[in-house]
């Protein structure tokens, strides 16, 4: 008995240190950084309308975007430097303040000299894919260096039937464009993955939607009809008093709630609207989601979900985004990686636009020969301490376009926010974030806050003049390359 008993234990023992032998390098190979990355961009996604986020509407529907921060992380204080299209994108492909890049609105072309990040990952052997709206240079969809694989279309481009350029080739396409992109980027993907399955991809994925004006997919119209709206509680003129004279007199214009598009909608039906747009957004993702997990590349790959911008809606009586209020400002973030991101991960620090370049270039061992503004945030993704150390600077210079909003500066940080206008004689403005996140008491008179706001004001001309922004990039209204024509 006594040698069987043994006999088993040693057994056991064997058993157990070849369970272990066999499921170190498993684990090891989970450990590991994912070498592929998915980029997924959306324009316009406000960062609390998924339908995890406490204080969403309870109607909203986004299993998608749940589903991939159950199983990754979320990143609940994201951020955009410039709260508009071509200035924020410009941010995340160049890892640069829009002062630094110089693409400062939606129609200007791309300065000379510009190179994005995806460039460096061709160097360091990834294969690269661009599907999507680009929107720097208005009438621009060209290829742009730094892609192996091009598909675009022209500025905003439409919801159905694009004109689209594949790899310099212009097609018409019947369909709705979230669709048809999401079906041209796991096509690609899958042709990747049959012809060279050994080199590491990264596909930067760039959706329309949810841009004004929406337009949801047939398929959904009508879906949340008779929903109730969650009016917020600064949307109201008497909630406004004490804001700056321009937000005031803004809500009687086109980005203004009581005129609103020039009183072209009204604002119930633009709600459900942007509601509906979401939901082909959120299927999207689910899609690509799906073919990783499906293929097992799930195992190998990080991706990154993210809007381009924040959007209000009826918060301090506007619609839109530009300002420096949280709703324009803050983005929605989520970043999966099985086995390299935990399960339900909540992400506290602030996180910006600027810093998605270095932290990929990071992840992919790549080095970056410009200048960037951002930082890494790949520690913070692995779960490092949540007091990481960081403000933000925010800047948006006055278009000619869209004369209702001054140029802005700002300074953000974990717990306070001053706002300065530039150019225009009207008050600033300074919140306290943690008690009174709706914006709603400016302190800039409160005798208790004079030196906060003094010593905020000087560190935000501080980080200006240290990346180099003590300028402001003038564009001629209306400006186009020499071989462009504006479109009629």
Not at 160 to 174: D, I, M, S
Not at 209 to 221: G, S
Not at 293 to 309: C, F, H, K, P, R
Not at 358 to 374: F, H, K, R
Request: charge should be negative; glycine fraction near 8%; proline fraction near 8%.
């Amino acid at each position: 008995m006594r040698h069987s008993a043994s006999g088993r234990r040693l057994a056991l023992a064997f058993a157990t240190l070849l369970l272990l032998a066999l499921t170190a390098p498993a684990a090891a190979q989970r450990d590991a950084p994912p070498r592929n990355v998915v980029f997924i961009l959306s324009d316009d996604h406000r960062h609390d309308f998924m339908g995890f986020v406490p204080g969403a509407p309870e109607w909203l529907e986004t299993p998608s975007l749940d589903r991939m921060a159950a199983a990754g992380a979320h990143v609940e204080n994201a951020f955009v430097t410039t709260a508009l299209c071509s200035p924020s994108r410009a941010s995340i492909l160049t890892g640069q303040y829009a002062h630094r890049h110089e693409i400062v609105d939606n129609s200007s072309p791309i300065p000379a000299g510009t190179r994005f990040f995806p460039e460096f990952l061709q160097r360091a052997g990834y294969r690269t894919a661009y599907v999507g709206k680009w929107h720097m240079g208005e009438v621009d969809d060209a290829p742009q260096p730094g892609f192996d694989h091009w598909v675009s279309f022209q500025g905003q481009g439409v919801y159905e039937n694009p004109v689209l350029n594949v790899n310099g080739r212009r097609v018409r396409a019947e369909g709705y464009t979230t669709d048809l992109l999401t079906g041209h980027a796991l096509d690609w993907l899958k042709r990747h993955r049959a012809r060279e399955p050994e080199t590491p991809f990264f596909l930067y994925l760039s959706h329309k939607a949810v841009h004004a004006e929406f337009e949801p997919a047939p398929r959904h119209r009508g879906r949340h009809a008779g929903r109730p709206i969650p009016y917020p509680p600064t949307m109201p003129a008497a909630e406004n008093r004490a804001k700056p004279d321009w937000v005031r007199a803004q809500r009687d214009s086109w980005h203004g709630v009581d005129y609103l598009y020039h009183g072209q909608m009204e604002f119930d039906g633009f709600y459900r609207a942007y509601t509906e747009t979401l939901l082909a957004l959120d299927e999207s993702v689910g899609r690509v989601l799906d073919y990783l997990e499906e293929t097992g590349l799930a195992d190998s790959t990080l991706v990154i979900y993210m809007g381009d911008n924040g959007f209000l809606l009826g918060e301090h009586g506007l619609i839109d985004k530009r300002n420096a209020y949280e709703e324009s400002m803050r983005v929605p973030m989520l970043a999966w990686a099985p086995g390299f991101i935990a399960p339900g991960s909540k992400i506290g620090a602030m996180v910006r636009n600027i810093d998605i370049a270095p932290t990929l270039l990071e992840l992919a061992g790549a080095a970056a020969p410009i200048v960037m503004d951002g930082r890494s945030v790949l520690p913070l993704l692995r779960g490092a301490p949540a007091d990481w150390p960081l403000e933000m600077l925010y800047e948006y210079y006055w278009e000619d376009a869209f004369p209702h909003t001054p140029t802005v500066f700002a300074l953000r940080d974990q717990r306070y926010k001053y706002i300065y206008y530039h150019g225009v004689w009207d008050s600033a403005e300074l919140y306290d974030l943690q008690a009174d996140p709706q914006e709603r008491s400016n302190l800039i008179r409160d005798p208790a806050q004079r030196d906060r706001a003094a010593a905020m004001k000087a560190r935000m001309w501080a980080l200006l003049r240290e990346t180099d922004g003590m300028r402001i990039p003038l564009k001629p209204a209306g400006e186009w390359r020499a071989d462009q024509r504006r479109p009629e």
